[in-house]
């Protein structure tokens, strides 16, 4: 799993860009940040581009995520 570091990651950037609908519509993408959330995209039919995991919540599950 590669790790991202820098704020200035261009899709760290995107990341906090998609925050505003402005950037959503644009790029057509928007973040999902809960289980619960991503389960029912997943049953609306929208899967995920890609996944970002924090270093904490890795910590904590790190048994359920490899």
């Given at each position: ?6 704020k ?59």
């Open positions: 799993m590669p790790k991202i570091s820098s200035t990651n261009p899709k760290i950037k995107l990341l906090k860009k998609l925050g505003q609908k402005k950037y959503r519509t644009e790029h057509g993408l928007f973040i999902i940040e809960n289980f619960v959330s991503i389960y029912d995209a997943f049953l609306a039919g929208h899967y995920p581009i890609e996944i970002y995991i924090d270093k904490n919540f890795y910590q904590k599950n790190i048994s359920q995520v490899d």
